[in-house]
């Protein structure tokens, strides 16, 4: 069955990283964009950044330029969002999604499928 599995969640200091990570199963990373979204206490979901089923095309939300880093290992059907800087800000329940497409990933997608999420929170 189609399944997304998020991993790496924690609680993390100020200026501290985490890589989350993003595995596959039941479908093929190689047809499919992969979106990271996230979800803070009290607010809705925000989209955080995608990559394409190639891996070449990337986006990332303003907050998470310069800081986040997607990438993607279709051998082992998982995509990896490294999250270096953290602030108290980057605090939610981050969530990957897929959805079948060849091209430019964009995270305003209807995706398809959903993982159960995994917690970050960025604390001192």
Known sequence: QVQLVESGGSLVQPGGSL?????ASGFTLDYYAIGWFRQAPGKGREGVSCISSSGRSLYYVDSAK???????DNAKNTVYLQMNSLKPDDTAVYYCAAKPGLGSCRLNWSYNYWGQGTQVTVSS
Not at 19 to 23: H, I, Q, V
Not at 66 to 72: A, D, N, W
């Open 19 to 23: 890589r989350l990570s993003c595995a």
């Open 66 to 72: 310069g800081r986040f880093t997607i990438s993607s």
